[in-house]
């Protein structure tokens, strides 16, 4: 296992964003909508560094498909709790890869009377990107590799790693 950013570099580009996002959210109470499962400790680590009043809600998407890679069907397993009409959203994502679950979510959330809407993500993978989408905030731009760790997984596992890794061929 490779680490790609250690806990420390993640922890000074969590202030970065937060630092960025500050004054567009101060005084909003906006709504964080984490994308289960992979971001909730990037949410957990941005929504203290914010230090602002702010709201915490989660979706899960489930995308079906044949595998490892989402292949454009995507669905809700959990929708927010509460209405959002009049909210600042802030979409928080652990990754953006071909973006079929960012577009599904944008265009739902597109017909919910929302105030606003940005997203942002701790990586994005550009050169897989088969959709017009981009997060509006992006911690780290990574080359075509998996990551695990920080929240994501491969197969469930890794999620609980400080760092972000990259697998290699004898990682179990
Ligand atoms: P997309 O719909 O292809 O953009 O896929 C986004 C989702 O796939 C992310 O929210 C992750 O849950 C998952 N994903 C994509 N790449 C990776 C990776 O390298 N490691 C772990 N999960 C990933």
Redesign the pocket.
Known sequence: MRVLYSGEEIQRRVEELAAELRPLYADRNPLLLG?L???FIFLADLARALAIPLEVDFVQ?A?YGDGT??AGF?RFERDVERPLQGRHVLVV????????????LLSTLASRQTASVRVVSL?E?PS??CLAVRPDYVGFT?PD????GYG???AEGFRHLPDICVLEADDK
């Open positions: 994308v499962k992979g971001s998407l995308s890679e989402s995507v994502e652990d990754i953006v890869d071909t973006g079929h679950t960012l577009r599904f990586l993978k897989r990107r990574i590799l998996f990551v695990v994501m997984d491969l």
